[in-house]
């Protein structure tokens, strides 16, 4: 339970508002680690670097990474905040999923999919991947996104480390 809470608060400081833990982001939305710990171990005093690694791996959205070096950690994707990510522009499958609630269904069929206040509209490869994170948000809507014809057309696509598409 400790361990969900400090992923949701890390996802928060990492993705969003990262004044909440007194960390500063650099342009690729990385901190340092030690200054992650430092503002957790606020919180939670055992927390260490090792809570920190249980935190990152046991994540079942992998939501984060660690540097090459491992003295960096960022999320992989669903800021608000202005970060460059670096991500290249890929080749998307044809088809890709978005899992949303049924309540969201005018809107999209009104306005399309729209990023809100990220940066990206995040799809999946996986359609139960798009059911779970649909299922989230209410009444399920699956909807399938024709990316390769989205692709033909001129929109830019990018897959982050965990294998979330963003376009």
Not at 75 to 85: D, E, M
Not at 104 to 121: C, P, T, W
Request: with cysteine; net charge positive; aromatic share 6%.
């Amino acid at each position: 339970k400790t361990m969900k809470r400090i992923s949701k608060l890390m996802s928060l400081a990492l993705r969003h508002r990262p004044q909440v833990l007194g960390l500063e982001l650099d342009e690729g939305g990385w901190c340092e680690v030690v200054q992650l710990v430092a503002a957790l171990q606020k919180r939670e005093a055992a927390f260490d670097r090792s809570a920190l690694e249980r935190v990152v791996a046991e994540n079942d959205k992998k939501r984060f990474a660690f540097s090459e070096d491992g003295q960096r950690i960022r999320a992989n994707q669903g800021h608000s905040i202005a970060v460059n990510l670096g991500y290249q522009s890929l080749e998307p499958p044809e088809e890709l999923f978005h899992g949303t609630a049924t309540r969201f269904l005018a809107s999209i069929r009104e306005q399309g999919l729209i990023k809100g206040q990220r940066h990206h509209v995040h799809l999946s490869a996986e359609e139960q991947t798009a059911r779970q994170v649909g299922a989230r948000h209410g009444k399920l809507a699956l909807l399938r996104v024709r990316s390769g014809a989205m692709r033909r057309a001129g929109h830019h696509f990018y897959r982050s480390d965990n294998g979330v598409w963003m376009c």
